[in-house]
């Protein structure tokens, strides 16, 4: 790839970290319940205890707190945005007295140097498809697990119309501020008249929204919407894939998209072992 295409690619990157800094103000101790009991659906609270922990692509920095409330021994956290890791940091320090943490400002195509050596755990919620090389990604990854260790990863679904939404990304992160925000509150209608039809409470939709993980409805709209480039893969390849890379599958959330991607995708959550 040459310079200037180079250029084109990160110019066209969605500015994840943004969207983190200002979601991170809303961050509690609900949030952060609601990111250990994801955790513990995963079981990744029994396995975490006294290992060594990789987040690749951060974000806010919420699982990194996790992971340490979890008896972690050390965690590592790499995002690819500057201001994810400033903010991961501003979060770390908020919410832990433990000095068992560093993010550094790295990209998952770039960690073959020092200190990343491999680790106990490697997780990776939402983040290899928005690499602009998922599958490049996913062998960096999996090639960090220790022997018996534990790789979680959470990805897109493939759904119908993930080309549409791909380009709709495109659009998304090169228009004006002012253009993003008709989209968004565009998209926050049809998902409040989608779930009206589904006799659904948007109200309590929204309220309860924390329970994914922690996360808040408007900063994910707008991750969602803007969160180029943008990848999905098929469940059942994922499986078979990470299979074939010598790992034993011990638990998958995967729930099948009923409106064929109209309403946009979701992620699939895997968690296997290194045989
Ligand atoms: C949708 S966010 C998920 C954040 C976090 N994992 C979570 O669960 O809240 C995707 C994150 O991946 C990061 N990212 C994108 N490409 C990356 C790369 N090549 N290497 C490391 N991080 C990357 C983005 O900056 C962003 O913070």
């Given at each position: 790839m040459n310079n200037k295409n180079k250029l084109k690619k990160l110019d066209s990157h969605f500015e994840f970290g943004l969207n983190w800094k200002n979601f991170s103000s809303l961050i509690d101790n609900h949030?952060?319940?609601?990111?250990?009991?994801?955790f513990e659906r995963l079981g990744l609270n029994?396995?975490?205890?006294?290992?060594?922990?990789?987040?690749?692509?951060?974000?806010?920095?919420?699982?990194?707190?996790?992971?340490?409330?979890?008896?972690?021994?050390?965690?590592?956290?790499?995002d690819i945005d500057p201001v994810c890791i400033q903010t991961s940091k501003e979060v770390l320090l908020r919410f832990t007295k433990s000095k068992n943490w560093k993010v550094y400002n790295k990209s998952i195509f770039n960690v073959i140097e020092k200190p990343f050596k491999k680790f106990?755990?490697?997780?990776s919620w939402g983040v290899l498809h928005h690499t602009g090389d998922m599958f490049k990604?996913?062998?960096?990854?999996?090639?960090?697990?220790?022997?018996?260790?534990?790789?979680?990863?959470?990805?897109?679904?493939?759904?119908f119309l993930c080309k549409l939404w791909r380009l709709e990304k495109l659009i998304y992160v090169k228009s004006p501020?002012?253009?993003?925000?008709?989209?968004?509150?565009?998209f926050k209608l049809i998902l409040i008249l989608a779930l009206l039809l589904q006799a659904r409470?948007?109200?309590?939709?929204?309220?309860?929204?924390?329970?994914?993980?922690?996360?808040?409805?408007?900063?994910?709209i707008h991750d969602w919407l803007g969160g180029y480039p943008?990848?999905?893969?098929?469940?059942?390849?994922?499986?078979?894939?990470?299979?074939?890379?010598g790992f034993k599958i011990v638990k998958t959330f995967y729930k099948k998209n009923r409106f064929f991607g109209l309403f946009g995708s979701h992620c699939d959550e895997i968690l296997v072992k290194r045989l």
């Open positions: 949030s952060l319940i609601y990111s250990q009991k994801a029994n396995i975490i205890k006294n290992k060594t922990f990789l987040d690749i692509g951060c974000g806010s920095g919420i699982n990194l707190i996790t992971s340490l409330r979890f008896g972690a021994k050390s965690v590592y956290g790499i106990d755990v490697v997780y990604a996913l062998n960096i990854a999996t090639s960090l697990v220790k022997k018996n260790g534990y790789l979680c990863v959470a990805l897109y679904q493939k759904t501020k002012i253009f993003q925000k008709l989209i968004r509150s565009l409470n948007p109200i309590t939709y929204i309220k309860n929204y924390k329970k994914n993980r922690g996360m808040e409805w408007h900063y994910d943008y990848e999905s893969i098929d469940f059942n390849y994922l499986q078979l894939l990470l299979k074939e890379k």
